[in-house]
């Protein structure tokens, strides 16, 4: 079984800022990661997915985030936030050799962006 | 985006009455998944369908159940309302998995559900 871990349920950072949002995972079989971003009252939005490939991951809106299978991490990063960020994170996790897609998301973490 | 469309946006009912949630999909998608989401929970899965008539229980199934008898529908079914399922719910959808691996999900705008 896989679960997830958001290290931080808040996250206040000012405008034109670097933030990183954190994201461990535990599984004993491959994974497959997302990060999701959820806007008031909105549905989620996929930002990005790690399949394979490269560790690095760009996604929309200048996100970034980065596999390290040695400390079961994806990390979400953007050098500079805008206050349109503002919004709610989660991360997720896949078994990579399923074939159902079921996902288990993270607790979330509520990303505050200050003028 | 997803053409994904959940019914009712809102809805407010009685400990003990039934209720269902319609989830439609004009995607033609294979996989359709059931979530309810509750603040320090993340998101939860409830069930997920693979198929028409194909459906099988996620981590937080007691007291759902669901039908898809219709690509395009899929059906959650609350049989006895309890306050502890008043939440938020959502439909996700994906396509079949692809070279690459699992599709991700694509999500509806969610169905906020009080239960009195």
């Known amino acids: 079984a896989q679960s997830v871990t958001q290290l931080d349920s808040q996250v206040p950072v000012f405008e034109e800022a670097p933030v990183e949002l954190r994201c461990n995972y535990s599984s004993s079989v491959s994974v497959y990661l997302f990060w999701y971003v959820q806007y008031p009252n909105q549905g989620l939005q996929l930002l990005l997915k790690?399949?394979?490939?490269?560790?690095l991951v760009k996604g929309i809106n200048g996100f970034e985030a980065e596999f390290n299978k040695s400390q079961t991490s994806f990390h979400l990063r953007k050098p500079s936030v805008h206050i349109s960020d503002t919004a709610e994170y989660f991360c997720?996790?896949?078994?990579?050799?399923?074939?159902?897609?079921?996902?288990?998301f993270g607790q979330g973490t509520t990303l505050q962006v200050k003028p | 985006d997803a053409g994904i469309t959940q019914s009712p946006r809102h809805k407010v009912t009685e400990t003990g009455t039934p209720v269902t949630l319609r989830c439609h999909q004009t995607?033609?998608?294979?996989?359709m998944y059931w979530y309810r989401q509750d603040p320090g929970h993340g998101l939860r899965l409830i069930h997920y369908?693979?198929?028409?008539?194909?459906?099988d229980k996620g981590e937080v199934s007691d007291g759902y159940s669901v039908s898809r008898s219709k690509t395009e529908d899929f059906l959650l079914t609350l049989e006895s309302a309890t306050s502890s399922q008043t939440s938020v719910y959502f439909c996700?959808?994906?396509?079949?998995?692809?070279?690459?691996?699992?599709?991700?999900?694509?999500f509806g705008d969610g169905t906020r559900l009080s239960i009195l």
């Open positions: 996700a959808i994906s396509r079949d998995r692809g070279p690459n691996g699992n599709q991700p999900q694509h």
């Open positions: 369908s693979y198929g028409v008539k194909d459906t």
């Open positions: 995607e033609n998608h294979r996989y």
């Open positions: 997720a996790v896949s078994e990579a050799s399923g074939n159902t897609g079921k996902l288990i």
């Open positions: 790690y399949l394979s490939g490269s560790t």
